[in-house]
């Protein structure tokens, strides 16, 4: 049986701009089928939650603006089950703000935070490092972040350096934060096995947080908790809204996690991808004999290797000789862009949004 104090917080408030034009500000990609399996990634996240802790202890953390959106996929939850944020302040405050609100609905609560659109392969080994982490918080006043075995020099993420020498089980010691480094230094973290990749998964007891965030960021909590009698009352939102924006805009790991002494981690290989392009989505996911991944109606294709390839089920689509590209067509807006340069599309997006304002963004 889930135990009653596991709690999971899943931060879905983000723009997703490397997926443009499919991922919009309207509708970003948390929200979207982009596996192209009829859930969305925001759905599919919340259900792998639920063998962790019942649906009534899952809670969406999100931007006000997409509160709606979040009902619409999430049926199951209760207002006050959905945070909006009234401003994009990164995750520190993000997380401030939901620890405190569970501290007042229950002070023994032990927190899973997750992003809402990664990719987890193997969903059992996910669940049980995710038991062990909990366990071990439960039982000490650790912070907590899974990392994961890194498969290649990778420089898009950050690095945790650990102690190789176990504190309990397969809990271990951080010793060090590293943000995105260049190609040479991954290297070297990769060759020394010292290294894990930073999945951006944190596993705490709200009150060890809290007394955390009072150490080492007492500018958000003094900020957040000026009025704890609102949390879980229908004014949570009036005053969330006049005292959120005033936070500074920092994520966990500055925040929080590079300067407390009390961080751990678990080595863990479930098949993780963080999504966070067009490229991850096509090497992470099934490919056809030609390389292709493909989310079509009808088509025809020839001589088409190594593509990532999406368009309405109700259009035709017919290529001939094309390698190494991603075409999405999005119905008002079609991108054709080399699979090698795909950096490029989020500067795109800031391009058009000075030709033509926000209409395509």
Not at 281 to 297: A, I
Request: proline fraction near 6%; aromatic fraction near 10%; charge should be negative.
């Amino acid at each position: 049986m889930p135990n009653s104090n596991n709690y999971v917080a899943i931060m879905a408030g983000g723009v997703g701009s490397r997926f443009w034009p499919a991922s919009r500000t309207a509708r970003p990609k948390q929200f979207l089928d982009i596996l192209g399996i009829g859930k969305s990634l925001l759905r599919i996240t919340f259900e792998r939650f639920l063998s962790l802790c019942p649906a009534e202890n899952i809670f969406i953390v999100t931007n006000g603006i997409y509160r709606d959106l979040v009902k619409e996929h999430l049926p199951e939850l209760s207002d006050n089950q959905i945070l909006c944020e009234p401003s994009r302040n990164n995750t520190g405050p993000c997380i401030a703000y939901t620890a405190l609100k569970l501290q007042a609905l229950n002070p023994e609560a032990n927190l899973v935070v997750a992003p809402s659109d990664h990719i987890i392969l193997q969903e059992i080994n996910f669940i049980q490092a995710l038991q062990t982490a909990l366990d071990f918080t439960e039982k000490n006043n650790a912070l907590l972040t899974l990392g994961i075995q890194p498969t290649r020099p990778d420089t898009g993420y950050g690095y945790i350096n650990f102690d190789k020498k176990a504190t309990e089980g397969n809990v271990h010691q951080v010793l060090r934060f590293t943000e995105k480094p260049p190609l040479d230094q991954a290297q070297a973290f990769l060759a020394s096995g010292d290294y894990l990749w930073n999945a951006g998964i944190f596993i705490w007891k709200v009150k060890n947080l809290i007394e955390a965030f009072g150490q080492h960021s007492s500018e958000i909590l003094d900020v957040l908790n000026a009025e704890p009698e609102n949390f879980n009352t229908p004014g949570e939102q009036n005053y969330i809204n006049r005292v959120y924006p005033i936070t500074p805009n920092i994520s966990i790991d500055y925040a929080i996690m590079e300067k407390a002494g009390n961080v751990y981690t678990i080595p863990s290989s479930f098949g993780w991808s963080d999504l966070g392009t067009w490229a991850s989505l096509h090497s992470e996911v099934k490919q056809d004999d030609q390389n292709n991944v493909t989310n079509l109606g009808s088509n025809l294709l020839y001589n088409v290797k190594n593509c990532l390839l999406r368009a309405p089920k109700d259009k035709l689509v017919v290529i001939k000789d094309l390698e190494d590209y991603i075409v999405v067509d999005e119905g008002d807006i079609l991108l054709i862009h080399p699979k090698a340069k795909e950096q490029e599309i989020k500067k795109i997006t800031e391009i058009l949004g000075q030709q033509f304002g926000d209409s395509f963004l």
